[in-house]
């Protein structure tokens, strides 16, 4: 799979939206960008994914570049709640193995 | 989303002993499950993939001897930690999925060695 850059940790304003970067530059045209979150001594949690197109659910928006070498992932109104870190992962879908492989991620810390 | 359950949350044992934790998916059937290992401000270590009724693939660098895997059924999977010792303390994480599908993933159990 390919490898992932986040930036170590962010803060972000309660209320506002937090843009999170996620760089992927060797991601493969079969590869997947997943978003999961992990709130601490929780076990990660899933956000979002997508393959090329913009993706928007209930939680967040995932904007994938036209190139597919970078993403943001968009929590539109940060709380205090969405204070985790948050992993930026690509891999091929439904692959045999299935297998995660976890970055150091961005740690996201939301202040009021 | 799918529900996955680890038992026990927490264990603190006495080195030397064994411990068994448990990871249930409640409300689906789980071909394949996965183990991770985390230690303190680190991130997430993939120990092994097990998938129903066959033996579990480790992850280089761990011990299968060490760390037995049992994925009797399609919603039950046992991670076994041998004769532990205080370097195995480690928050452990299970996961499970569905013919490669999304995984979902336990609230984790912290194990603590003494």
């Known amino acids: 799979d390919a490898k992932t850059t986040q930036p170590p940790s962010m803060d972000c304003a309660e209320g506002r939206a937090a843009n999170l970067p996620c760089n992927h530059s060797t991601i493969s045209g079969n590869e997947y960008v997943y978003w999961y979150r992990q709130i601490h001594s929780q076990g990660p949690q899933y956000i979002i994914h997508g393959l090329k197109n913009n993706e928007t659910n209930e939680m967040a928006s995932l904007i994938i570049t036209e190139d597919r070498k970078s993403s943001t992932l968009i929590l539109p109104h940060a709380t205090l709640r969405d204070t985790a870190v948050y992993y930026c992962?690509?891999?091929?879908?439904?692959?045999?193995?299935?297998?995660?492989?976890f970055g150091g991620g961005t740690r996201v810390l939301v202040k009021p | 989303g799918a529900v996955v359950s680890q038992h026990p949350s927490r264990v603190i044992c006495k080195s030397g002993t064994s411990v068994k934790i448990e990871c249930r998916s409640l409300d689906f059937q789980a071909t394949t499950m996965f183990w991770y290992r985390q230690f303190p401000k680190q991130s997430l270590m993939l120990m092994a993939t097990?998938?129903?009724?066959?033996?579990?693939?480790?992850e280089q660098g761990v011990e299968k001897d060490k760390f037995l895997i049992n994925h009797a059924s399609l919603t039950l999977s046992t991670l076994t930690v041998t004769s532990a010792h205080p370097e195995d303390s480690s928050f452990y994480i299970c996961?499970?999925?569905?013919?490669?599908?999304?995984?979902?993933f336990g609230p984790g159990t912290r194990l603590t060695v003494l």
């Open positions: 097990s998938n129903e009724g066959s033996k579990a693939t480790y």
């Open positions: 992962i690509v891999r091929v879908n439904k692959a045999a193995g299935n297998k995660l492989t």
């Open positions: 996961s499970a999925s569905l013919w490669g599908d999304e995984q979902f």
